[in-house]
């Protein structure tokens, strides 16, 4: 099945600690995103990739971190610097530059 | 102003009933328009694209209006099934291909 996975699905972080999300997909898309979701909030854009070994910073990147090593993974760290990270962080991607994005399951954040 | 905005909601209605919502945009360059939905405490998937034209998908009508800067959808004949929170997405080109997402208008269908 082709898809985007997420892992994992659930986390816990006490504070000042880093953690890092997993992002995987086998679509063979070349972009890729980082979006936060608060309750009753619409997605805020952290960091994206266009393309392999480049990305850019979103609206909200301060205290995350991200790396494109590879087309299929696009890993997000958020670091203790973040000092609000209890949320539900979506990760997704598209195709070509008109093409709409498709979403993860998510990981939802929660600092201890 | 918020670049897209959308009516949070809830809406309440009953099975059967025919709902709409707007949703409006900024920005005169917006080119793409999608509607996602989101159940609770899951990711938004694609409902379906806003053509120019006006389309249909079954239950679901999208329209657009390219002067007022807004498109809609209209869900005929609730079922409980649609109850969601239901997201405008408007894709523009500035020098730089960008996708913003409305907050969302959360739909309640009561039995």
């Known amino acids: 099945d082709g898809g985007i996975t997420q892992s994992p699905k659930y986390l816990f972080r006490k504070e000042g600690q880093n953690v890092t999300l997993s992002c995987e997909q086998n679509?063979?898309?070349?972009?890729m995103y980082w979006y936060r979701q608060d309750p009753g909030q619409g997605l805020r854009l952290i960091y994206y990739?266009?393309?392999?070994?480049?990305?850019q910073k979103g609206d909200i990147a301060e205290g995350y971190s991200v790396s494109r090593e590879k087309k299929e993974s696009f890993p997000l760290t958020v670091t203790s610097a973040q000092k609000n990270p209890t949320a539900f962080y979506l990760c997704a991607s598209r195709a070509g530059e008109w093409d709409t994005q498709y979403f993860g399951p998510g990981t939802r954040l929660t600092v201890l | 102003r918020k670049e897209v905005e959308q009516d949070p909601g809830p809406f309440n209605v009953p099975e059967g009933a025919t709902v709409a919502f707007n949703c409006t945009y900024s920005?005169?360059?917006?080119?793409?328009f999608f509607w996602y939905r989101q159940d609770c405490r899951k990711e938004p998937k694609l409902l379906m694209s806003?053509?120019?034209s006006g389309n249909e998908d079954g239950r679901f009508t999208a329209q657009l209006n390219r002067a007022s800067q807004y498109i809609s959808l209209l869900i005929r004949d609730s079922k409980l099934s649609d109850s969601a929170t239901y997201l405008c997405?408007?894709?523009?080109?500035?020098?730089?291909?960008?996708?913003?997402f409305g907050a969302g208008t959360r739909l309640f269908v009561k039995a």
């Open positions: 997405v408007v894709m523009l080109n500035t020098g730089g291909f960008k996708t913003i």
């Open positions: 679509l063979n898309h070349d972009a």
């Open positions: 806003v053509y120019s």
């Open positions: 990739s266009q393309i392999v070994n480049d990305f």
């Open positions: 920005n005169s360059a917006s080119q793409s």
